[in-house]
């Protein structure tokens, strides 16, 4: 017991006596930029963080790296998606590792990074749509904004006429962000009429909760849910022969299997261009992105700023805020980047999708 | 050295929530699973009380123990009822009931997106801000608490207890109203787990109810378990390990790839391998 609890203050000594001259003498000439990624990598959304580093390797595939000013190393560190977790990495990279710039995503990770990052006044870019996430100056986010999924998403059941719709949310911060977004936009349109219903993550049977839509009889169901109940959702629906459409606020996203909403559209965050997609799957055998495109628009955010400085030094925190609306107009595999200051977001254009042939196709509008 | 703060912090609140549940489980043998659920009440009455009552940290504190022990009040009345498996049982309900109230009660609690932007303890004009002062202030609660568990268990109530925990019968038998023992430690164990839970949500600024489910509780019963049951110490030392062990296991050189999953088959080999060979705790003097 003795000898384990040494070993145990021995690690952690040699953590807090580390080196650190040592270690800036090990990296070559060029200066180096600390890029902690705080993803997902184990559990039930570890194929987030998996994405992200497929991501990475393609965007230091298709940029020459030698050609940079700047060397850009990614840490990694599991969020395990538990703001306590998140927290305590998030230490770790700012103080041990010394990192420039913290990426993660999902709002209630995001959420914890933030004051932290704020008080150890570190570059934080986060890919979660709460609008708290960027209080204080070093709180960015790079994300559609959830006003723009929500526009779009009235304008697509406007179009089609749907106009009596009930949505089921699922009580997780992410998609309650997402809903919200819809939900603002749809209250103040006279012709909608919206009723929201929630469930909890967890719960296995919607069959009583489907009966009851079915009952009110709208003219589609708006689903904000989250992996696995989207799927036991989409199936029990499939079960009680509803037929009313199902859309969803990004929940299709996530979607195991994908035939369950073969034809049904959905609206997210901007998506990955063809050109991008074919990349992606060359380069990682993968046809699903799982959000890939946007951890590559993160590391183009990150160098497109970093290089748009001389390379001799490392431009400071504040200069490089300063820079962001250079970003403004930035072609990135999500479409055209739009810096709104006010809001602390590189905004970008929300997107229509649809399941063919279990494949996600953006459907043009 | 900030980072060993910061981790010292957890590991202080994770201290007290050990030996508020070592109370309970190691002293008086009523195996709870409703610890989370009082550590989330404290949280959450110190983020509510910070954020949107503008009360001070240390009132929140009365304010979280106030309402824990109200609480624990009644269901402990409930709970004495209870033995054994049934006990543990009847208090994982509880904990899934809170856990639902946090999460659907969204006008106060504000469910699933939480409450940001919780402030630091102030005493006069002087603010905890620094993770070096917040550190110590964890620590005079976490000996406090250390003391208070020694005081209680050298006491005639703790001797009293720890009949209770070996047989209840035989105990009442011998005229103690065991009843009434059971929901004075469930009370006083409830109050002391609410006060980590005002730390907690302080220090992390943020809370959701993520933080306060079931497996919160299951893992505070984990850490009894490993430091071992009724032994003051063994709460800090399980506290330790179970809060440091995945953070030392970021810094082994483990390929990218694979190093998250590889950290979680370590942990869980390591606590194995020591309940293999501890199966009683690291200083554990009572055993299951």
Redesign the interface.
Known sequence: ?KKF?LS?CM??AL??CKDEKKEEAQADTKPVVKIGVLYP??GDS?FF?DSA?KAANLFFKEFDATKFKYKYQLI???SQS????A???T??L???DHVDVIYDMH??VS??V???ANAKKTLHLAFAQ?R?IS?GFYNWRVVTSTKKTGEKMLSALKKRNLLNVIGVVE???GT??LYGGFENVAKQDKDMSLETM?I?PGERDFNLLLQKIQSKKPDAIVVSLHAPEIDIFMRQARMNEINIPIVGVQSFTFLKDKSLAEGSWYVDVAMADKNFLERYKASSGDEITNFAENFYTLLQVTTTIYESFDGKEKPTHEEFIAKIPVLNGVISPIGKLVVDKEEQNVDSEASIRSIKKGIVVAIEE | MEYLINLAILFGIYSMLALSLNMLIGMGGLVSLAQAAFYGIGAYATAIGMTSLGLGFFTTIILGIVVNAILAFVVGKILARFQGDYYAIVSAGLSIIVFSILQNWKSVTHGPLGIFGIGKPEIGSYTFYSNTAFLGLVMVFTVAFYMLYQWINKSSFGRVLKALREDEHLTHVMGYKTKQYKSVIFVLSAALSGIAGAFFASYIAFIDPSSFQLKEGIFLFTIIIVGGLSSAIGSVVGALILISLPEVLRFVGLPYETAAQLQQMIYGAMLLLMMIFKPQGLFGKYRM
């Open positions: 017991m609890l145990l690690v952690l953590v807090a990598l184990s570890a963080g580093k990694w560190e599991d538990s703001p306590v977790r927290a305590m990495a230490h770790k700012i103080d041990y709002s209630g959420i914890a933030s004051p932290i709460d708290a209080t009580n997780i911060a309650m962000s929630s909890n």
